[in-house]
């Protein structure tokens, strides 16, 4: 994926020219080698982060609306519970510090003091900490448009984070844009825009005119700051100054989502959502135990979006992970089909087609796009040999 994409070495000379020694062709094909496995390994770890951000996406929205739909009000701890999982995160970089550890004692005696427990340097931290509270504050805007808007409307606005992460992209990273990646923004926002051709007096029952405002409003300064921190995200990566391992990513990441959670407590804590979750719970149309394996089962699945998000970007694009999330919208709007009854509209059909139609555009580009770049230096490496 654009500059994370690794080219595949053609750098050695024909052993039958005479003019390079046998080793010298053997070494540079062990490097030849050593770099197609090691981008066999990348697009693998892309893969897996593709799929835990996909379960995540999916998933953890639907539980979000669960919670709301059967007698769930309160707005804070729904943000909450988006990023509280983060102490998961401990457990892999607890065994990459082990397995460093041990690399470490066999090439010297004192493993202890030349094994780093923490990787990320200041600057590091100290952008990750801004991520955190914007994550923080964008769950908290996104949580008050899902308790006050219908999912159609919602989307349309969710839909614009898109566009907002190709902007910040471009300003920020200096993502670069081809015809294939334009279409697809265009195709992925045409697609879920259509999902609110009926938002005509769609006002929710029991939802004041000022609380949907405010809804709109909420939902739409979240896709703001969401398209604004994948972007900010891959910048952080850029400018770290220090080799950016996938070990320092899920540090970056813990980070993150330790400080959206501390935001996120402050704010149950002023609106006194831990003295009402027992009550809640009680109440809960699902009853009191399905009440917390909701909750608990949403902050499981968004963990693991926000592991793959963070490692989509860093394997890929932040560009790539804005395609992801919302090629993701229309699956999600086919899942609250079949689990909570929704109508499904053939506008929700044809949104679905365009969002697809634009997934496979944007990899198709990609494809070709790496292929170019592999032929190029084919090239360049066969008139090297001549």
Not at 62 to 76: A, E, P, S, V
Not at 100 to 113: D, G, L, M, V
Not at 155 to 184: D, P, R
Request: some cysteine; hydrophobic content about 45%.
């Amino acid at each position: 994926m654009h500059s994370q994409t690794l080219s595949y070495s053609n750098s050695f000379l024909s052993s039958q020219s005479g003019e390079v020694p046998n080793h010298s062709a053997a070494r540079a094909r062990t490097k030849k080698m050593e770099s197609e496995l090691n981008t066999t390994w990348r697009k693998s770890f892309l893969v897996l982060n593709c799929i835990l951000l996909t379960l995540g996406n999916c998933s953890g929205p639907l539980l979000i609306r669960l919670y709301f739909i059967k007698g769930g009000k309160r707005i804070w701890l729904s943000s909450c519970v988006q990023t509280a999982g983060f102490p998961i995160t401990l457990i892999p970089l607890f065994v990459s510090y082990l397995h460093r550890r041990r690399k470490s004692a066999t090439n010297f005696t004192a493993a202890t003091s030349t094994t780093k427990l923490i990787l990320m340097k200041p600057w590091v931290f100290a952008a990750s900490t801004i991520i955190g509270i914007q994550t923080g504050l964008s769950n908290y805007f996104y949580g008050h448009g899902v308790s006050c808007l219908p999912v159609s409307t919602s989307s349309l606005i969710v839909a614009t984070q898109l566009a907002f992460t190709a902007g910040f992209a471009y300003l920020l990273v200096k993502q670069k844009f081809t015809a294939f990646s334009i279409n697809a923004i265009v195709l992925l926002t045409a697609g879920t825009a259509i999902l609110a051709l009926h938002t005509s007096g769609d006002r929710p029952e029991g939802i004041s005119k000022k609380d949907y405002a405010l809804g709109f409003v909420f939902t739409l300064a979240g896709a703001v700051l969401a398209g604004f921190m994948m972007p900010f995200l891959e910048f952080t990566y850029l400018k770290a100054r220090q080799a950016v391992t996938y070990n320092m990513v899920l540090e970056i990441q813990l980070v993150m989502c330790f400080f959206a959670t501390a935001f996120c407590t402050i704010g149950m804590i002023i609106n006194k959502d831990f003295q009402a979750i027992s009550r809640e719970a009680r109440q809960y149309k699902l009853g009191e135990t399905k009440y917390y394996l909701v909750l608990v089962g949403a902050v499981i699945l968004l963990q693991g979006f926000y592991v793959g998000i963070v490692g989509v970007i860093f394997y890929g694009s932040s560009l790539l992970s804005g395609v992801l999330v919302t090629v993701l919208l229309p699956i999600t709007e086919l899942l609250a089909v079949l689990l909570f009854d929704e109508k499904f509209q053939s506008e929700k059909g044809v949104a679905l087609f365009l969002s697809v139609w634009g997934f496979v555009s944007y990899f198709f580009g990609e494809w070709k796009q790496s292929e170019e770049k592999y032929s190029s230096n084919s090239r360049n490496g066969d008139s090297s040999s001549l």
